[in-house]
């Protein structure tokens, strides 16, 4: 597509729900990343796709949240067990790679809102 | 490890004056610099790369690896300048092109 698509682009859960939140990266971005945006926080690195190499999952904060990426495009990523803490804006971003390195092109984000 | 330090998290200037958006790393290898800006309702987006040496919307960074910084600089601030301002680095030893974060400077032009 002509760019990074999210969604939903808003979302409510109740505490102790599972969520999936959807991402379409631009079509021949072999890179794909996960970050969340918390106020007072910046930008957390989740996770990083790139081809078909195995995913970069470090900056994964416990074991409820997992990606995944079918077919070298669209993502999804899934809370389970949803916690307040997880309240924030998650973003998708996509790129080339290799060099020179354009940087990312970054979806609009989910908002997501645990109650 | 790789970290980025914006100071500032909130910096309000009035119109016509100069800004600086003070931006530090910290890598051991050759990083790519760049600054990201976020106005308000809109998305993500890549205001500049330091490769580039390029002057966005009359802003300009200059890398200074003896200081280890990549400040953001614009002579005469618009009101339209208020927005979100990120700083991030890439490492090119790693081999790929994770994007480390600052936690970004909020800033306000004043009329």
């Known amino acids: 597509g002509a760019g990074v698509s999210q969604s939903p682009s808003n979302k409510v859960t109740e505490k102790g729900k599972d969520v999936e939140l959807r991402c379409d990266p631009i079509?021949?971005?072999?890179?794909l990343y996960w970050y969340r945006q918390s106020l007072g926080q910046g930008l957390e690195f989740l996770i990083y796709f790139q081809g078909n190499s195995a995913p970069d999952k470090s900056g994964l904060p416990s074991d409820r949240f997992s990606a995944e990426r079918t077919g070298g495009s669209v993502s999804t990523l899934t809370i389970q067990r949803t916690q307040q803490e997880d309240s924030a804006v998650y973003l998708c971003?996509?790129?080339?790679?290799?060099?020179?390195?354009?940087?990312?092109?970054f979806g609009s984000g989910t908002r997501l809102t645990v109650v | 490890a790789q970290r980025v330090t914006q100071p500032e998290k909130l910096l309000s200037v009035f119109k016509g004056a100069p800004v600086e958006l003070k931006c530090n790393y910290s890598?051991?290898?050759?990083?790519?610099l760049f600054w990201y800006v976020q106005y308000s309702r809109q998305r993500l987006q890549l205001l500049l790369r330091h490769i580039s040496r390029e002057s966005i919307k009359g802003f300009t960074a200059d890398l200074n690896k003896g200081e280890t910084s990549f400040h953001l600089k614009k002579p005469f601030a618009q009101e339209e300048d208020s927005a979100m301002y990120y700083c991030a680095l890439t490492g090119f030893r790693d081999g790929a092109q994770k994007l480390v974060f600052g936690q970004g400077t909020r800033l306000t032009i004043n009329p």
């Open positions: 890598y051991s290898g050759s990083p790519e």
């Open positions: 971003a996509s790129s080339t790679t290799g060099t020179p390195f354009y940087g990312y092109t």
């Open positions: 079509s021949g971005h072999t890179a």
